[in-house]
């Protein structure tokens, strides 16, 4: 008594067994292309904005994008401390490195100074703390 009829799970063999056929890997390539398309068309363009300064950047000092980092300038030439005694002079320089120069270059008041003389903006600076430091002396 033989049975025809098999109870097996094992796939058919032949050489297209567990394998796609053609047409269904067309449909798959179809399918993502007409994805990769559609996310394409549909992605907002992007617009690189740069926001504006709050305040014009003076034309005689040039910008340099950096991080402040305080300096060791131990000499100005513009504005002269000549009026102020050893221990103002120190004080003052102190303050002038590490501080930093609103004018948009990146460097500290006495640093802005030194490379960059013609910057009103750090003249204005290390003479604001020049009266500070003699004012101190009052106090």
Request: charged share 15%; with cysteine.
């Amino acid at each position: 008594m033989s049975s025809t009829i098999s109870n097996s799970t094992d796939p058919p063999a032949g050489p297209s067994a567990g394998k796609p056929s053609p047409g269904a890997l067309a449909a798959v390539v179809v399918t993502i292309g007409l994805l990769a398309a559609l996310t394409w068309a549909l992605a907002p363009a992007r617009v690189h904005f740069t926001p504006a300064p709050l305040d014009p950047l003076p034309v005689d000092c040039p910008k340099v994008a950096r991080e402040f980092v305080p300096s060791n300038v131990t000499e100005i030439l513009e504005p002269p401390l000549t009026g102020l005694s050893a221990a103002q002079k120190n004080r003052a320089l102190f303050r002038m490195n590490m501080e930093p120069c609103t004018c948009g270059c990146g460097l500290s008041v006495a640093a802005c100074r030194a490379e960059h003389p013609a910057c009103e903006t750090s003249k204005s600076l290390a003479q604001k703390i020049i009266a500070e430091v003699q004012s101190e002396k009052r106090k």
